[in-house]
């Protein structure tokens, strides 16, 4: 079992949905959660991150954390095609900020 | 501006021709470290460095060897390529390592081994 599952998709939605992302994780010691957005033939960026259960919002994304069921998930409100990427969820353990990915959803927002 | 610069970004080699991947940060991180990205798989950490001379295995490092003589620099070492090496390479740095430190990541490096 991967310690981080992710759906690869590719999800395709039109413009102005509500785009859902997830990952379950097998790991109850990882700590941080974060999300990382990478366009094609680009490096991830950084998107958001959190430490704990509950949900943090930035504008229009929202990240969530359950930590009892081991799911994370992050929430794009009014999407646009400038969303199109692939999403990677990241869980980051305590020691040496070694991250370990999931495999990455492809997200296709159309016209 | 903030920045992780990696080279060469294009590389096409042949099995056993020694090559280096460098990668060059501004940001006067201590933590560096190496991913590669394959299809299916994610991306995966090679090696990582905690500072100058200190560095350490990530979960793939078979086939690569990585130095860090000076802060700014970490350059990745294939020694003798394989075509199963054949992927794309992200150099990363951050302040230190654990929670809470933005990593940055490079713009990434496809490598082809024929």
């Known amino acids: ?56 919002e930035d504008g229009r994304f929202t990240a969530q954390v359950d930590k009892s069921s081991k799911y994370i998930s992050l929430f794009i409100r009014d999407s646009q095609p400038s969303d199109s990427a692939t999403y990677l969820c990241a869980i980051l353990t305590g020691t040496a900020s070694k991250l370990t990915f999931g495999t990455g959803t492809r997200l296709q927002v159309t016209l | 501006e903030a920045q992780v610069t990696q080279n060469p970004r294009y590389l096409i080699t042949v099995t056993g021709k020694k090559l280096t991947v460098t990668c060059s940060q501004n940001m006067n991180h201590e933590y560096m470290s190496w991913y590669r990205q394959d299809p299916g798989l994610g ?31 970490f350059p990745l070492i294939l020694e003798s390529p394989s075509p199963n090496q054949t992927s794309l390479y992200f150099c990363a740095s951050s302040r230190t390592g654990g929670s809470g430190n933005t990593i940055y990541f490079g713009e990434g490096s496809w490598l082809t081994v024929v």
Do not use: H
Not at chain 1, 2 to 16: A, F, I, M, R, W
Not at chain 1, 19 to 34: E, I, K, R, W
């Open chain 2, 43 to 73: 991306l995966r950490q090679i090696y990582y460095s905690m500072n100058v001379e200190v560095t350490d295995k990530g979960d793939v490092p078979e086939g690569y060897k990585v130095s860090r003589k000076e802060k700014r620099n």
């Open chain 1, 1 to 56: 079992q991967k310690e981080v599952e992710q759906d690869p998709g590719p999800l395709s939605v039109p413009e102005g949905a509500i785009v859902s992302l997830n990952c379950t994780y097998s790991n109850s010691a990882f700590q941080y959660f974060m999300w990382y957005r990478q366009y094609s033939r680009k490096g991830p960026e950084l998107l958001m991150y959190t430490y704990s259960s509950g949900n943090k």
